[in-house]
C-alpha cells in the first residue's frame, strides 16, 4: 500500500511558524497499515491546490490513501473538506464521524471538525484535524476500518485488472458490441 500525507498550512507552506508535527503523525498512521509513503508535502490553505494535489497523488502517484491535516475548522481559510469533496468519488461518513466520536472525550470542540472521508477511483482520502494531539487521539479508533477499506478497494482493483484488455468493461455477452450494449443472442448448441 503506497501513501501520501499532506499537511495543509499556509503558515507552514510558507516556511514560518513551528515545524510540522502532524506529518510525521500520519505518517506513523500509514506505517501501522503496513504502508509505504510514498510522498509527504505542506502546502497552503487554497482550495485549487488542496484539490489538485489531492489528484496528483491519486491519479499520477498510484496512491492507494492519502492522508490530510488541516484546513477542518470554521475558519475561512479552511477548505480543505470542499476541496477534497470536489475530487471524490464516494464519500465515507463513517471514517470522519469516528473521527469526531473518537474527538469527543478530549476536547469539548469535537464537533466543530468538518473533515471528510471519501473514495476516488480505488484510492481512499481522509481528513483529519491538523492538532498533532488530535491525530494521535483519533487515528488508532478508525485504522482497522482503514486497513479493511484499503482491502476492499485492493480487491476491487484486482478485478478490475483481469478484465478484457480492451478497456470497455463489458459483461459476458457483450461481445464485439459497442455504443448502446444489448446482450447478444444466446448462441445454438452445436
Not at 492507494?64 to 464519500?91: K, Q, W
Not at 482491502?151 to 461481445?175: C, I, T, V, Y
Not at 455504443?179 to 447478444?184: C, K, L, N, R, S
Amino acid at each position: 500500500m503506497r501513501a501520501a500525507v499532506i499537511t495543509v498550512s499556509s503558515s507552514r507552506a510558507a516556511g514560518g511558524g513551528t515545524p510540522d508535527e502532524s506529518g510525521p503523525r500520519l505518517e506513523a498512521v500509514v506505517e501501522r497499515l503496513g504502508g509505504r509513503v510514498a510522498g509527504r508535502e505542506t502546502i497552503s490553505d487554497d482550495r485549487e491546490t488542496i484539490a489538485a494535489r489531492l489528484r496528483h497523488w491519486i491519479d499520477d502517484e498510484g496512491c492507494d490513501l492519502v492522508l490530510t491535516s488541516g484546513g477542518t475548522g470554521f475558519a475561512p481559510s479552511d477548505v480543505t473538506p470542499e476541496a477534497t469533496r470536489e475530487v471524490i468519488d464516494r464519500e465515507a461518513p463513517g471514517i470522519a464521524e469516528a473521527i469526531r466520536g473518537a474527538s469527543q472525550p478530549h476536547t469539548p470542540y469535537w464537533m466543530l471538525t468538518r473533515g471528510v472521508a471519501g473514495t476516488r477511483r480505488r484510492s481512499l482520502i481522509v481528513n483529519f484535524p491538523g492538532s498533532p494531539r488530535s491525530i494521535d487521539e483519533t487515528a488508532p479508533a478508525i485504522e482497522p476500518a482503514l486497513g479493511h477499506a484499503l482491502q476492499l478497494l485492493s480487491d476491487e482493483a484486482a478485478k478490475e485488472s483481469n478484465l478484457p484488455s480492451d478497456g470497455l468493461h463489458r459483461p459476458a455477452g457483450f461481445e464485439g458490441q459497442t455504443g448502446h450494449q444489448t446482450p447478444a443472442a444466446p448462441r445454438e448448441p452445436t
